[in-house]
């Protein structure tokens, strides 16, 4: 069984070589402007869950996700040939929030940071 090093290693070599794959190889227009933010390969490297996003949030994600499991085979055999295991993991491709999340997080903060600037008067500032 791998290390959890080797198993971070696999998970790191995926996420990279599959974002040069969607930004060389892949032209399924359905797949444009999306990053993969996570790979994670279980102990026993059956599975790679594949985490995704797109710059327009989730909106996009069923078709996302849809063209992503359509392309699997292609992609689970292009990353076989680049990356050398025995047995190359089954792909699973999940849609991450975490980015829209992030950003709902920063706007709300920023918001509250004009409230507060909006609140100190002239002449009188808060420490």
Do not use: C
């Amino acid at each position: 069984m791998p290390s959890k090093l080797r198993l971070q290693r696999i998970a790191d070599r995926i996420q990279r070589d599959l974002s040069e794959m969607l930004i060389r190889e892949i032209s399924d227009p359905r797949l444009a402007g999306i990053s993969i933010t996570d790979v994670e390969v279980d102990r026993e490297l059956s599975f790679a869950d594949i985490y995704v996003s797109a710059v327009e949030g989730s909106s996009r994600s069923a078709e996302v996700i849809q063209a992503l499991t359509h392309a699997s085979g292609f992609i689970r055999h292009a990353l076989a040939e680049r990356i050398e295991l025995r047995v190359f993991p089954r792909l699973r491709f999940h849609w991450d929030p975490t980015p829209e999340r992030a950003d709902h997080i920063e706007r709300l903060l920023a918001s509250l940071r004009q409230e507060n600037e909006g609140k100190e008067t002239p002449g009188h500032s808060e420490s």
